[in-house]
């Protein structure tokens, strides 16, 4: 059977187990990569129309929190090289991105690959980078670390913030699609304390059909389990090599997501104090002050600016509580090339990707 004829099979099944369930049936999508290839091919207008596809606070650079980046502005500004992944370049602090900082004279790099910061490191022994993303981009920079380069470290961990949201009964989730990039690296047991069945998604359009399929049939069958959906690359047991790498290098602690607010135990930070960038420019960094005064009134969001500030909805985007065309910003005064909130920046975003592709 090629591909076309399996995700017509998957979609009949979808549709089949959906009609006896006689509900709205709200699954999240968590990954960024997974809304990009909904939304690409269309694949939530072809589900049953009890069928709810929303998204998740998948995007890494969506949910770094305002204050991180300002701590890293102010780095720069005072002569620190600091080089970060390129799409964390636009996304807005309180005043400036670390774009702005890099025209106003900061020597703010951007790169690609880990072994970029190495051959910055060379010439800028001082470099500090900006260490963001899940456990899929984590022992990248723990790879850093052992090379000594000094982090700032905005890592967060998926599961916790998915046993959050399966709790939350403003969104009242049905089911997760849950992230394959993630689960390389950390296996299918963290997900089991969640309570909500979930089904780990590769990254084609057959994929996530199948994924879908399996996991209607869960909810439907009322089993809070988790399945590997995606077993041509994820084990069960993950990366090892890689979770002793981030287990050597980080340890766990609270960490603040944008839209959600601090998460226990949700984040790694550098368990080497003069590897880490907080202690080590302590000085600098207790002086950035914790902006709260500008915080939206409508979805808790810190640092957008003061005329539109109170209509961005970016908290209730990474919620999945609205979707992107709801905000009253979104395709007029945020756009990708004039992003208001992190979700218009990253192509990971959900307001880019439906920019990108529709509603
Ligand atoms: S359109 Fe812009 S301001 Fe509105 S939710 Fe999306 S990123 Fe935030």
Redesign the pocket.
């Known amino acids: 059977m090629d591909n076309k004829e399996l995700s017509r099979k998957h979609l009949e099944k979808i549709k089949r187990i959906a009609s006896e369930i006689n509900r709205e049936i709200k699954i999240m999508e968590i990954c960024g990569g997974h809304t990009n290839i909904i939304m690409k091919y269309g694949i939530r207008d072809i589900l049953p129309e009890n069928v709810k596809l929303i998204s998740g606070p998948g995007c890494p650079v969506c949910v770094s929190s305002q204050h991180d980046i300002d701590c890293m502005i102010e780095l720069a500004h005072k002569g620190v090289p600091v080089a970060t992944y390129g799409d964390m370049m636009k996304v807005p602090g309180t005043k400036y991105s670390l774009q702005d900082a890099h025209a106003q004279g900061g020597k703010v790099f951007e790169i690609y690959s880990a072994t970029e910061v190495l051959e910055l490191k060379n010439k800028y022994p001082d470099i500090v980078f900006f260490g963001i993303g899940f456990e899929t981009t984590a022992p990248m920079t723990a790879f850093l670390l052992q090379n000594n380069v000094c982090v700032y470290s905005v890592h967060k961990l998926v599961p916790p913030a998915l046993e959050i949201l399966a709790k939350d009964d403003k969104i009242n989730i049905d089911g997760f699609l849950s992230p394959g990039h993630v689960t390389t690296i950390i296996g299918l047991d963290p997900y089991r304390k969640i309570k909500t069945p979930q089904v780990i998604s590769g990254f084609t359009p057959e994929m996530i059909l199948r994924a879908l399929s399996i996991l209607i049939e869960l909810i439907y069958e009322n089993r809070p389990v988790v399945i590997n959906g995606y077993p041509e690359v994820v084990k069960d047991k993950g990366n090892q090599k890689a979770m002793m790498l981030l287990d050597k290098y980080f340890k766990i602690e609270d960490s603040e997501w944008r839209g959600l607010g601090v998460l226990p135990m949700s984040g790694l930070e550098v368990r080497e104090d003069s590897l880490n960038a907080k202690i080590k420019f302590k000085d600098i960094i207790e002086k950035v002050e914790y902006v709260k005064k500008d915080t939206c009134e409508t979805c808790n969001i810190e640092g957008?600016c003061e005329d539109v500030k109170s209509r961005?909805?970016?908290g209730e985007?990474l919620l999945g509580i609205i979707e992107?065309g709801e905000?009253p910003?979104?395709g007029k005064e945020?756009t990708p090339d004039n992003?208001?909130?992190?979700?218009?920046v990253s192509e990971e975003g959900s307001?880019s990707i439906a920019f990108r592709y529709g509603k």
Do not use: N
Not at 339 to 344: D, R
């Open positions: 957008v961005a909805r970016c985007i992107p905000c910003l979104y945020c992003p208001i909130g992190a979700c218009m307001c």
